[in-house]
């Protein structure tokens, strides 16, 4: 009998190797199996290895059977039972409590593998095959793993309860639960799990383990499908659906969706219709390549967060069950990373681009840890192997399905202009940033003021050199006036104050083309000079009275209105009240006073100049003859006091023009009439008139230059004299014609249009190739002179793309003016040649490496402060050109897509566009990602 169940115990383990191990083997001796067994149960703990639980009867009674010598069927251990281990026999969980020594052992593969070809393992048991887990500081075998309960979002309450260990990959996890609820493969799933306080995580990153994610037994596990539309279940419980009840049988071409605008978005809007057009990045997408290579832990990136927001916006667009969608998951994800983007300003597309393209590199960057790598320099060697060390080099750190697509090389060339050091590096770039030929000039509307009052201020248009002077403009405004250039001031005036007084070698670009630009005729100059007896220039600002306090003549209380002047005053003959005359004479066809001059002096009026004034003598003589006049006038008039209060002195109606200029002379002493900046220090008062009989149209008093505080001190006079013309609200409602104030009259040169040619795109990238000196704020440091230099630089292109970003720098900014070119760029839709650009030695039989088509363009209309983008765009299934403006998408024509407003311009190259064709019409599967290229340029150099 014992050698019955001899034979029996043999044919079972015979049987059981079998099973386990395809060769065959004689049993050892019981000497060799205990070697073989104790040697391998002393072999350290190695992570991610398995052992296998053997329960502890068992194994004694096996250790007395082989310890003994003999094979006395009497302690013979049998076939391998685990049965006590096990809390039942149909999931086979383990028993709760189970403890090493005393419950099991433990085996690492090899003992087990070799304890089961002997002697078997019983009918029905599975192994039990465990992990080894490195945690802290330790490793352990895990005879308990985790046991997660797996649902489906769309039925919660059936849940699944399956094992995991903790070195498991969620991964896995996704790929267990799609097969228990058999997901068809072409479905997009996701993972959330529920924590402690009730609410959903995402588990984005489903390459960590079970353990890094800090998951534990008895948690809730729930898989996402993804809808056909592109949108997630999640995000319609958030309220955030983008199919319309109207649109839930919607099927249209896929990719012809609109953006709806969050408020000043079309920028964003446009830059996405352009990248999502670009055949295969969406195709990268769409076919969920970028799942393995999503980089969770790049410090540069974004945690991955960008990639999978523009992932479910393609997936929406390319579904094909959407007119239009919302893009405000995608728009809040870019403001939380790009704080620039915050908020729903108006932006600019190429600087979304910028970020957008840059931000879903890092976040697919299949480099996980980057290494320090040195820029590598010409110093000599042949371009060929410098551009080839700078593109691996590149690789070695950027290696992404950005890099493949939009990736290319610069030469960049820098000469010291003292020793002539060269120095030649090769530059990566994502797209180019193209010049436009710039008009050598530019047209200025200006307003111009004649010192002849009865002559209206002029508005014209000139032509003059961007680069030029404010003599230039002068000199250009001549032309139309007949006034010589040296008798023109040129201000700049803003809120009815001098923003701005420009001297002659100013430079034309501190004025911009939306300032009010004013050039007064005057017989001086407005800077002050020692000794000088010209006239001297005179800034005067109008201001009114408010009801409220006078505040001791500060300015609070007065408000500045209208137009101000310059007026020409002989620096030795100037007067408070020779001042109120020659203001009362630039005023007389604005402020309505009957007879204020006698139209008989017209055409002599037309003098600028004053004659010599009377002596002191005769002044105050003058003086009181005329008081005494005025009394006359009044007595014969008939007039009460309360009536001459309200008459204004003006110059002499009826005199000569002599008399006219003698009465705007006034008397030349008596401290009090004289302007206080003429005076000695001993005058503290600057305000004028003084009290006077007759009430006066206006008072006088200086200001500083802005018009918004008086100067009282000498010090503060002396050095530019500024006046203020002060109203009161009754005399300026009686007396000043708004309406004839503000008058003008349009040269003939307004009409001028400055003719602007269009220019080719191939002239920009030639201009883009030209040698240009460094600017003085980004200086280079030559390394043989050791010192900054501006040195000459020129940039050629040595590898391009397949898909060229073409960026018109239609957006000029300087330190003094900024504006935006609207020069219309004629660009090909296909065949554009780069051939006579790239500089690296070209292969002839394959042309079409240098051959771009047209495939997006993103669009500006407007101008600086204000403005709207859209795109033109050609599907990648149909071919088909749309104009995307926000939610509205239209097919257009061809011959509709050149315009003005092209800003970026999108170029596939004609071998990825032919290849691509090919791919479709054979209906291959999409080629696996990796990090290697398409890019024959690419490959080339690599």
């Not at 990248?275 to 999503?294: D, W």
Request: net charge negative; charged share 25%; proline share 6%.
């Amino acid at each position: 009998m014992a050698a019955v169940a001899a034979d029996s115990a043999a044919a079972a383990v015979r049987t059981a190797a079998e099973d386990r191990e395809p060769q065959h083997e004689a049993t050892p001796g019981l000497d060799d199996q205990w070697r073989q067994i104790e040697n391998g149960r002393e072999r350290p703990l190695r992570a991610g290895e398995s052992w296998f639980l053997v329960e502890q009867h068992w194994y004694k009674q096996w250790e007395v059977y082989v310890q003994g010598g003999d094979q006395d069927d009497s302690t013979f251990p049998g076939c391998i039972n685990n049965a006590t281990l096990f809390a039942d026999q149909i999931n086979w969980n383990l028993r709760e409590g189970l403890l090493e020594g005393e419950d099991y052992v433990l085996l690492p593969a090899p003992a087990w593998y070799c304890l089961v070809r002997w002697y078997g393992l019983e009918h029905g048991q599975p192994p039990i095959e465990r992990k080894v887990i490195e945690l802290p500081n330790i490793q352990k075998v895990e005879v308990y793993p985790i046991e997660l309960l797996l649902v489906q979002h769309s039925d919660m309450e059936t849940a699944l309860t399956l094992q995991f260990s903790h070195m498991d990959s969620l991964d896995l996890v996704l790929r267990t639960a799609r097969e228990q609820f058999m997901v068809e493969p072409q479905e997009d799933t996701r993972l959330w799990i529920k924590n402690s306080e009730g609410s959903l995580d995402r588990l984005c990153n489903t390459q960590i383990t079970l353990l890094d994610a800090s998951l534990e037994t008895g948690q809730l596990v729930i898989m996402e499908t993804r809808n056909k539309d592109g949108t997630w279940p999640s995000a319609q419980l958030c309220g955030m659906n983008n199919l319309s009840e109207e649109d839930e049988d919607f099927q249209g071409q896929p990719g012809i969706c609109g953006l709806t605008s969050l408020g000043n978005t079309c920028f964003m809007n446009s830059a996405l219709q352009c990248l999502s057009n670009v055949p295969q990045l969406t195709e990268y997408f769409l076919n969920n390549r970028y799942l393995e290579e999503l980089n969770f832990r790049n410090p540069l990136g974004m945690k991955g967060e960008l990639a999978e927001a523009y992932a479910d916006l393609v997936k929406q667009a390319w579904s094909g069950y959407h007119r239009s969608i919302v893009p405000n998951v995608f728009k809040n994800k870019v403001g939380h990373f790009a704080s620039q983007f915050l908020g729903y300003q108006q932006h600019d597309s190429q600087e979304l681009l910028s970020f957008l393209l840059d931000g879903l590199h890092e976040d697919l960057n299949r480099v996980k840890k980057k290494e320090y790598v040195q820029l590598c320099n010409g110093a000599g060697r042949p371009d060929l192997e410098v551009a080839q060390e700078a593109w691996q080099n590149h690789k070695r750190r950027n290696d992404s399905v950005i890099v493949d697509t939009f990736h290319g090389l610069f030469k960049s060339t820098l000469v010291c202009p003292d020793c002539g050091n060269v120095s030649v590096t090769f530059d990566p770039f994502c797209y180019l940033s193209v010049p436009l030929p710039v008009c050598p000039r530019r047209v200025l509307e200006v307003f111009f003021v004649p010192m002849d009052p009865r002559r209206k201020p002029e508005q014209h248009r000139v032509v003059v050199p961007k680069k030029g002077n404010i003599s230039d403009l002068c000199v250009a405004l001549s032309t139309h006036t007949s006034v010589a250039p040296d008798k023109m001031i040129v201000a700049d005036v803003f809120s009815h104050r001098f923003y701005k007084l420009y001297q002659l070698e100013d430079p034309l670009s501190g004025i911009l083309d939306r300032d009010d630009i004013f050039i007064y005729e005057v017989t001086g100059r407005i800077e002050p000079i020692e000794g000088s007896r010209d006239d001297i220039v005179v800034p005067v600002y109008l201001r009114e009275r408010t009801p409220s306090r006078d505040y001791n003549n500060s300015y609070y209380g007065l408000i500045l209105f209208g137009h101000p002047l310059l007026v020409s005053v002989p620096r030795d003959r100037f007067s408070w009240e020779g001042l109120y005359n020659i203001l009362m004479y630039r005023l007389s066809p604005v402020a309505s006073v009957v007879s204020l001059f006698d139209t008989r002096n017209a055409e002599v009026n037309k003098t600028r100049r004053y004659v010599t004034k009377p002596t002191s003598d005769e002044e105050e003589d003058g003086d009181e003859k005329g008081d005494e006049e005025d009394d006359d006038d009044n007595e014969e008039d008939g007039s009460s006091d309360e009536e001459e209060k309200e008459e204004i002195p003006g110059p002499s109606t009826s005199g000569s023009l002599q008399e006219l200029e003698q009465e705007q002379a006034g008397p030349s002493s008596g401290v009090s009439r004289r302007c206080p900046f003429l005076l000695d220090n001993s005058l503290h008062t600057s305000q004028w008139p003084p009290r006077r009989r007759h009430k006066q149209l206006f008072t006088l008093q200086t200001v500083n230059s802005n018009g918004t505080s008086d100067r009282t001190s000498p010090e503060e006079v002396h050095t530019q004299p500024y006046i203020a013309m002060d109203w009161e609200p009754e005399m300026k409602r009686r007396y000043y014609d708004e309406v004839e104030a503000e008058g003008y009259v349009k040269h003939d040169c307004v009409g001028y249009m400055l003719k602007k040619t269009p220019v080719q795109l191939q002239e920009c990238i030639k201009l883009f190739t030209t040698v240009e000196t460094l600017e003085k704020e980004n200086p280079w440091f030559c390394s043989s002179c050791k010192q900054h230099q501006l040195a000459t630089k020129k940039l050629d292109l040595w590898m391009l793309p397949e898909v060229l970003i073409i960026h018109l720098k239609r957006f000029s900014f300087s330190k003094f003016s900024r504006e935006k070119l609207d020069t219309l760029v004629q660009f090909p839709l296909r065949d554009l040649d780069f051939s006579e650009f790239v500089i690296k030695p070209q292969n002839k039989s394959t042309p079409d490496l240098y051959k771009y088509d047209l495939i997006a363009v993103s669009n500006h209309y407007g101008g600086m402060r204000d403005g709207h983008y859209t795109t033109f765009a050609c599907n990648k299934d149909s071919g088909q050109w749309h104009y995307f403006d926000d939610n509205n998408v239209s097919p257009v024509n061809e011959n509709q897509i050149q315009s003005k407003a092209a800003y970026v311009l999108f170029y596939q190259r004609q071998d990825v566009g032919r290849r691509q064709s090919q791919t479709a019409s054979s209906d291959s599967p999409a080629p696996p990602a990796s990090g290697s290229t398409s890019n024959p340029e690419i490959m080339d150099v690599n």
